[in-house]
T-cell receptor
């Protein structure tokens, strides 16, 4: 089954404790992206990647890092999480030339 | 900044009625897409309309696009309780990054049985 998976689905952590949210897709998509969703703000893009080793900032990249060492994986790294990064995070992927984005199930992160 | 802005923010209707949601945007676009999100879940692509199209249908969905007004509407006909979800428009700018979709804040649709 074609899908985007994220882990963990739920995470409660404390300020300053480094964490990684993994994202993997099995559709051989070149393009992957991370979004955060907050009430009243909709979805905002954090980072995106056009292919292996090619990444760029979205609208709200501060406090986040990403890497794209393999085509299928696009982890989101919070080196020193803060409470304002409490949010619902989504990973998405899309094939080159396609328009439809496929979304993962989301990761609900709480930073205390 | 948010490109698409959906209107209304929330809509409550009875099963069988039609639901209309609107989206306005600010820049020239390549295409506009509508996505659906069930509570707390990932978004699912519904339909895409290109900038040179004015109307598109898919099942019970009808999308219109007016590039002169920079607006789009999504009509769901004969709504069902299972249509209850948030609906987002997303635009792909014609002049910006080829890879970026900009999402609006969404319309929460509640269909009462």
């Amino acid at each position: 089954e074609a899908q985007v998976t994220q882990n963990p689905r739920y995470l409660i952590t404390v300020t300053g404790k480094k964490l990684t949210v993994t994202c993997s897709q099995n559709m051989n998509h070149e393009y992957m992206s991370w979004y955060r969703q907050d009430p009243g703000l909709g979805l905002r893009q954090i980072y995106y990647s056009m292919n292996v080793e090619v990444t760029d900032k979205g609208d709200v990249p501060e406090g986040y890092k990403v890497s794209r060492k393999e085509k299928r994986n696009f982890p989101l790294i919070l080196e020193s999480p803060s409470p304002n990064q409490t949010s619902l995070y989504f990973c998405a992927s899309r094939g080159t030339g396609a328009n439809e984005q496929f979304f993962g199930p989301g990761t609900r992160l709480t930073v205390l | 900044s948010q490109q698409g802005e959906e209107d209304p923010q929330a809509l409550s209707i009875q099963e069988g009625e039609n639901a209309t949601m609107n989206c306005s945007y600010k820049t020239s676009i390549n295409n506009l897409q509508w996505y659906r999100q069930n509570s707390g879940r990932g978004l699912v692509h519904l339909i895409l309309i290109r900038s040179n199209e004015r109307e598109k249908h898919s099942g019970r969905l009808r999308v219109t696009l007016d590039t002169s007004k920079k607006s789009s509407s999504l009509l769901i006909t004969a709504s069902r309780a299972a249509d209850t979800a948030s609906y987002f428009c997303a635009t792909r700018d014609s002049g910006g990054s080829n890879y970026k979709l900009t999402f609006g804040k969404g319309t929460l649709l509640t269909v009462n049985p």
